[in-house]
């Protein structure tokens, strides 16, 4: 569920990798991802872990000599996991403190930062005019995730229309999205280029533009298409979730089940377990 929901968003991936170490690994001896010394170390930490049947872990917070910081249920949406990384770091600022060097990294780098934490006043703060086309992207970025959409759009409408096509599509795309009109939602997201460095995002919110629109076997082809071309990526497993929980006939009639017994998924998962794609939830307008 993390892959399919808050790893696919930028401002959890982005505090993970810059202020946290990540760590993966399964709890079961059979598993590939098996390892005993990361198992020992949390089950240190959360004994009911130990056991040989044991529920779904929740994602633990932890400093290297075994103190829990904190933790995040494994099914927490992008808003929940968001939350709770920057509770983490702000209950215990001395992990969140500028590294040696941070004034040397490019503004714009620092800036995401902020964003990241949620401390958007000062991103805004530290890209003072003039700014560059990429620092006027993010602005964009930034407006959008706040709600101010106009801004967001006028900021876009004045970026060069060639360099930045493949952003602008996805950005006004996702304007779209927010404003419920679906249909300019899907002529945007169709003008991004499937070489883009955003295509997997692109194709992936297409295919939620077609489910809205009624087009639910297109919509299930374009996130077959996607999986079938980028694997394991990010926007893969939001399209297999979404895939998952539709019929070519619209919303599938248990779309949060889950069963070893049953079909496996386009990535050979057996279900998505927890809440519903969010995307999938039909919007006004």
């Not at 620092?135 to 959008?144: H, P, Y």
């Amino acid at each position: 569920m993390l892959r399919s929901g808050p790893f696919t968003d930028e401002r959890v991936v982005g505090l993970l990798n810059e202020l946290f170490i990540p760590v993966y690994f399964d709890l079961s001896p059979k598993s590939p991802a098996s390892d005993a010394d990361a198992k020992a170390f949390v089950t240190n930490l959360k004994p009911e872990l130990g056991g040989s049947r044991v529920p779904t872990p929740p994602v633990l917070f932890a400093t290297a000599d075994g103190a829990l910081l904190g933790e995040a249920s494994n099914y927490a949406s992008e808003r929940e996991m968001l939350a709770a990384l920057r509770d983490v770091l702000r209950q215990n600022s001395k992990y969140a403190g500028p590294s040696d060097g941070e004034e040397k990294r490019p503004r714009l780098a620092r800036a995401r930062t902020h964003h990241y934490l949620g401390k958007d006043k000062a991103a805004i703060a530290l890209l003072s005019e003039p700014r560059t086309a990429h620092e006027n992207l993010f602005m964009a970025q930034i407006a959008r995730r706040a709600g101010d959409l106009d801004k967001a759009e006028k900021i876009l409408g004045e970026l060069d229309s060639n360099a930045f096509a493949d952003d602008i599509a996805v950005e006004l795309g996702l304007i779209a999205f927010a404003r419920g009109d679906v249909k300019t939602m899907r002529v945007r997201l169709a003008a991004h280029s499937e070489e883009g460095a955003r295509a997997p995002e692109a194709r992936y919110f297409l295919g939620v533009s077609l489910f809205h629109l009624g087009q639910h076997a297109e919509a299930r082809l374009a996130w077959k298409e996607l999986i079938g071309k980028y694997g394991e990526h990010p926007f893969s497993y939001r399209a297999d979730w979404a895939y998952t929980q539709t019929t070519d006939d619209g919303p599938a009639a248990a779309p949060t089940s889950f069963t070893t017994q049953g079909p496996k998924s386009l990535l050979g998962r057996h279900g998505y377990m927890g809440r519903k794609n969010p995307d999938l939830a039909r919007r006004p307008g």
